[in-house]
């Protein structure tokens, strides 16, 4: 995991220059401690969803952003070591973008800090 948070390239696209500053989170499961991603956050706020598109690690999620995706078919976003779904998959009607729909209290995030050049 450590050499993913070190080589994270942001994606800065219009997403990204319209909502500000991005920051990399690790997110983990609150039931178990268990480390589920490492998300690209735009902008400030609470992470209410995640979008398939700013998953960095691990890369069998990351690779879920370029299957067809269906809301009613699609994987949800679940801690491997204890099986606690953490998100539910969803389509954002305002952008048609694919993401997971956050369940905030079952899962914990913690901001990594700029590496400096």
Not at 19 to 35: H, K, V
Not at 52 to 66: C, M, S, V
Request: net charge positive; hydrophobic share 35%; with cysteine.
């Amino acid at each position: 995991m450590d050499q993913a948070v070190q080589k994270v390239i942001f994606k800065r696209d219009s997403f990204a220059k319209s909502r500000g500053r991005p920051a990399l989170l690790i997110i983990s499961c609150s039931a178990c401690n268990e480390y589920i991603m490492s998300y690209q956050k735009d902008g400030p706020g609470p992470l209410l969803r995640c979008y398939l598109d700013r998953i960095h690690y691990p890369e069998a999620l990351k690779a879920r952003q370029y299957l067809e995706f269906e809301k009613q078919s699609a994987p949800k976003l679940e801690c491997e070591h204890c099986g606690i779904v953490i998100g539910n998959p969803i389509v954002y009607e305002k952008e048609n973008r694919p993401a997971y729909h956050m369940r905030p209290s079952f899962f914990i995030h913690k901001k990594m800090k700029a590496l400096k050049k």
